[in-house]
C-alpha cells in the first residue's frame, strides 16, 4: 500500500500542475464595448406581486464576443440568444451574453421579473418609475453610464380600471438608459398646441390637478418654441410634454424622460420646472454626459435656460423673479455652515466620481451652473451666447460631449475665453466675491 501511494502522489502533483481549463467555447465574459442600438420592452402590470417584463436588446456587436448589462435588481427568467451554441452567466448583477462573431445587428430577448424598488431607485409603489442615474438595471437589463446611448421603446400593459399608463415613446435618437420611463395614474391628457418646429404639446394630469397643471404650462408652446428655434429642432419625435407624477411628501421638482418628463404633483404648477425639464431635451437627453464630472453640462445649462426662456417668451418681470429666486437659493447655498458652501461643481477628471457617493448631486450644480452662464451672457451678450449654445447642440445631439467642449464652441463662436470664469464658478469653492453687486 505505502509503494502504491508514493507512485500515484508524482502524478497527482504533475496533475495539479496543468494550466487551467479552457473556457468552454461561445462562452460569454464582461464586456461593455459592443455597440447597443436600441431597447424594447414589454411590461405587464397585470399582477402586483408578480410584475414581468421582456426586453428586446438590438445590438450592432461590431466583431465583439460578449456584450454585458446591468440587471442588478431583475430577477431572470430566460435570455434568447441568436444563436443555441452560445451561452449567457449572470455575475454579480451583471449579464452578460455570447455573441456571434460577424458582424452586424443581433438582437438578444431577457424575460424577467422586477419589483417595486426603493424610492427613486426604479419602479415606486405610486406607479411610476425613475432609475437617474444609475438605477436602470433595477428596472430592464441597461448600459447605465450617462455615456452610453440607445433608442427605447417601451409598452405597459396591465394597469388597474380606471388607470392609464404614460410612458417613453419610441425614441428617434440616441439617449441615456436614465431617459426611459413610464408612470401609471388617472391621468387626463390635455392638448396645449403646437410649437413652431411642429411639436404637439400635451400635459397629463388627474382630473383634480388640471387647473394647477394647466397653470404650469400656460407658456409651455411657447418656452417650447423658443428652445426650438434658439438650440435646433426638438430630438425625440413629434410629440412631447409632461406627466405628473407622486413622488411622496417633501419631494419637489422633475425628471427628463423625454418626450414625456415627470413632474412632482407639488411642481406641476411651476413654470420654471417645466422650461427646465423641456431644455433637459437638448442638453442632458439630446446631448448626453460623457462623464458625471460634467453634471453641470446638464444641470447648469438647463437652469439658464430655464431663466432665459421665460425672460424672452413671457417678459422681463418673469425673468427676474426666476434670477430672484436663483440668487435667494445661492445665498441660502453659501451660507455659513452649509456644507454646499465648499462644493467645486465641475470636478476635473472624467470617471473618476460617484455622482451620488461622491456628493456632486446638489441644487448648488444647477445654481451656480446657471450663473457661470450669466456670467458669460453679461460678457458677450444673452444673443451671442443662444447663438453658441444653439451651434454646439446641433453638432451634438445624439452624442456624448464634454463641459470642456461646450466652453471651446463658445469661444469660437463669440471670441470670448469664458475659462476664467469656468474656473470662477465652477471649478472654484464657493462664489466670487461680489457676484450678487448689481
Keep these: 500500500m505505502h509503494a502504491r501511494l508514493i507512485l500515484v502522489t508524482p502524478l497527482l502533483a504533475a496533475l495539479c500542475a496543468c494550466p487551467p481549463a479552457a473556457p468552454p467555447p461561445n462562452a460569454p465574459e464582461e464586456n461593455w464595448q459592443s455597440d447597443l442600438l436600441r431597447t424594447d420592452l414589454a411590461v405587464d402590470l397585470s399582477d402586483p406581486d408578480a410584475l414581468r417584463a421582456t426586453a428586446t436588446l438590438l445590438l450592432d456587436n461590431s466583431g465583439q464576443p460578449a456584450a454585458s448589462f446591468d440587471v442588478r435588481g431583475l430577477d431572470i427568467d430566460a435570455v434568447v440568444l441568436p444563436s443555441p451554441d452560445l451561452r449567457w452567466e449572470l455575475e454579480d448583477g451583471r449579464l452578460d451574453v455570447a455573441l456571434p462573431r460577424d458582424v452586424g445587428p443581433v438582437s438578444v430577448e431577457v424575460t424577467y421579473g422586477f419589483a417595486v424598488g426603493e424610492r427613486f431607485e426604479g419602479f415606486m409603489d405610486t406607479g411610476a ?144 420646472v417645466h422650461a427646465h425639464e423641456a431644455a433637459h431635451g437638448w442638453f442632458g437627453d439630446g446631448v448626453r454626459l460623457r462623464c458625471w464630472e460634467d453634471f453641470v453640462l446638464s444641470e447648469g445649462t438647463a437652469t439658464y435656460l430655464a431663466a432665459r426662456a421665460q425672460q424672452v417668451v413671457v417678459g422681463a418681470t418673469r425673468g427676474d423673479a426666476v434670477w430672484a429666486g436663483y440668487d435667494d437659493e445661492l445665498r441660502l447655498m453659501t451660507s455659513v455652515g452649509l456644507s454646499n458652501r465648499d462644493r ?78 469656468a474656473q470662477q464658478w465652477l471649478r472654484t469653492e464657493g462664489v466670487p466675491a461680489g457676484w450678487d453687486d448689481r
Excluded at 169 to 184: E, F, G, K, N, R
Excluded at 213 to 239: C, H, K, M, R
Excluded at 364 to 391: H, P, T
Design 129 to 272: 418609475t425613475l432609475t437617474w442615474p444609475y438605477w436602470c438595471g433595477n428596472l430592464f437589463p441597461c448600459r447605465p453610464h450617462p455615456s452610453d446611448g440607445a433608442r427605447f421603446g417601451v409598452t405597459v400593459s396591465g394597469a388597474a380600471e380606471g388607470l392609464v399608463t404614460i410612458s417613453t415613446a419610441d425614441s428617434v435618437t440616441d439617449a441615456p438608459a436614465y431617459q426611459l420611463a413610464w408612470a401609471t395614474g388617472p391621468y387626463v391628457r390635455t392638448e396645449l398646441g403646437v410649437s413652431v418646429g411642429g411639436t404637439a404639446i400635451a400635459h397629463h394630469a388627474p382630473a383634480e390637478d388640471l387647473q394647477n397643471a394647466n397653470a404650469g404650462t400656460a407658456d409651455l408652446v411657447a418656452i417650447f418654441s423658443w428652445l426650438e428655434q434658439t438650440l435646433g429642432p426638438y430630438p425625440f419625435g413629434p410629440e412631447a410634454g409632461a406627466v405628473q407624477v407622486d413622488w411622496g411628501a417633501g419631494a419637489f421638482g422633475g425628471m427628463e424622460h423625454h418626450p414625456v418628463w415627470h413632474v412632482s404633483r407639488s411642481a406641476m404648477g411651476d413654470a420654471t
Design 344 to 421: 467645486v461643481v465641475w470636478p476635473a477628471g472624467c470617471g473618476d466620481i460617484d455622482v451620488l457617493e461622491d456628493g456632486l448631486f446638489g441644487r448648488i450644480v444647477y445654481i451656480k451652473g446657471a450663473w457661470f452662464f450669466r456670467q458669460v451672457a453679461d460678457a458677450v451678450g444673452a444673443e451671442a451666447l443662444d447663438a453658441a449654445l444653439g451651434a454646439f447642440t446641433r453638432d451634438a445631439v445624439g452624442s456624448d460631449a464634454l463641459m470642456a467642449g461646450l466652453l471651446d464652441r463658445i469661444r469660437t463662436e463669440t471670441g470670448f475665453d469664458p475659462e476664467p470664469l
